[in-house]
């Protein structure tokens, strides 16, 4: 399997740009996450899926932040629009299943710059 | 709620040093612990993980122990290399979701 695959890989924006992300979990994982990656406040988790259900969106940051899971084998992270203090590292993680044991397999990120 | 605290970076070593960062966790339940690892410009990897008390992860030289006494899961290894240098982060999984440590950067140098 080629792992978590995430689009694109850099992204530079202006300032009230729309962006969105975009996610591939590997095959056969019920369970989505998305998370952001920044120096003041370290990896903290945005919103999850499971089965294609978002099921804990208590980490979006705002109204600006949206996202979706159309099936089992793509998602997408919106934001709209968007601000400099959105400049951050996005990662999609998915796992096989939840539970104690459950790790997360992280795809390469995305670097986002708003200017 | 569940949080996990490791120790500050970065940490700066010479190639054969031992290397031991600490963490910490706080949680309700029993969670499994885990240390991952992130080398520049990619994401996290998983790199041990340790599902009860007393148990022992082991990967590329890393070890840590699932302490409940202490509520710890220190990271050592006893001999580092350069392609050690990396972002180390210790989690936990209390339920459905992993809570990260907030990072240490270690740099290892020849």
Redesign the interface.
Known sequence: DAGVIQSPRHEVTEMGQEVTLRCKPISGHDYLFWYRQTMMRGLELLIYFNNNVPIDDSGMPEDRFSAKMPNASFSTLKIQPSEPRDSAVYFCASSPYSGQNTEAFFGQGTRLTVV | GDSVTQMEGPVTLSEEACLTINCTYTAT????L?W?VQYP??????LL?A?KADDKGSNKGFEATYRKETTSFHLEKGSVQVSDSAVY?CAL???????????TTVTVRA
């Open positions: 339940g029993y969670p499994s885990f991952y410009g990619e994401g996290l990897q998983l993980k599902t982060f999984n209390d339920d459905y979701k992993l809570s990260f440590g907030a990072g």
